[in-house]
């Protein structure tokens, strides 16, 4: 079975710190992409990544930057915490040329 | 223009009846993949049925049904004889071809779906 783990389920941060989000796959998957998710607006995608070191641009990347060193793992970081960055992130994997994307369990944010 | 739209917010259904909920789509590409997950109060995304865009039959996985219906770009999901367990919020999602070739998907607001003893 395909495993996403992201490294916490609940996290409280105050505003203006530096926030750090963890994911790791282990299906050896070459595509992950970190979402946030907000009551009315569905999943909205932040940043992807189709390779090591390679990133792109989703749809509401301000405010947030990611890194990915390995293959396995992808980081999402929020270089400047604020309350408007509360919500639920979700980070996904997948094969390229396959469509199915596996997602995490979530990480609901809270930045007070 | 809204990609995925899923225009119902919320729905019931009786245990043990079949439920629809509604999804459409907008893409002006020919090769497309629309999808079906469900999300259950504890967070995780769990991926339930896929059709592609070239796909002729649709799509069945178990007790899930996907009714494409290209001509009219929607992609409802029928679930049938409904559990207590289905209730969820679900979602529908639209990958669309890429020039570098990996996938971006882009996901409806979600339908929050109760079955009721």
């Known amino acids: 079975d395909v495993k996403v783990t992201q490294s916490s389920r609940y996290l409280v941060k105050r505003t203006g710190e530096k926030v750090f989000l963890e994911c790791v796959q282990d299906?050896?998957?070459?595509?992950m992409f970190w979402y946030r998710q907000d009551p009315g607006l569905g999943l909205r995608l932040i940043y992807f990544?189709?390779?090591?070191?390679?990133?792109e641009k989703g749809d509401i990347p301000e405010g947030y930057s990611v890194s990915r060193e390995k293959k396995e793992r992808f980081s999402l970081i929020l270089e400047s915490a604020s309350t408007n960055q509360t919500s639920m992130y979700l980070c996904?994997?997948?094969?390229?040329?396959?469509?199915?994307?596996?997602f995490g369990p979530g990480t609901r944010l809270l930045v007070l | 223009a809204q990609k995925i739209t899923q225009t119902q917010p919320g729905m019931f259904v009786q245990e043990k009846e079949a439920v629809t909920l509604d999804c459409t789509y907008d893409?002006?590409?020919?090769?497309?993949?629309l999808f079906w997950y469900k999300q259950p109060s504890s967070g995780e995304m769990i991926f339930l049925i896929y059709?592609?865009?070239?796909?002729?039959q649709n799509a069945t996985e178990g007790r899930y049904s996907l009714n494409f219906q290209k001509a009219r770009k929607s992609a409802n999901l029928v679930i049938s004889a409904s559990q207590l367990g289905d209730s969820a919020m679900y979602f529908c999602?639209?990958?669309?071809?890429?020039?570098?070739?990996?996938?971006?998907?882009?996901f409806g607001i979600g339908t929050k779906l109760q079955v009721i003893p």
């Open positions: 996904a994997s997948s094969w390229t040329g396959e469509e199915t994307q596996y």
């Open positions: 990544s189709y390779d090591v070191k390679m990133k």
């Open positions: 999602a639209m990958r669309e071809a890429n020039s570098g070739g990996y996938q971006k998907v882009t």
């Open positions: 893409t002006s590409d020919q090769s497309y993949g």
């Open positions: 299906m050896d998957h070459e595509n």
């Open positions: 059709q592609g865009s070239y796909d002729e």
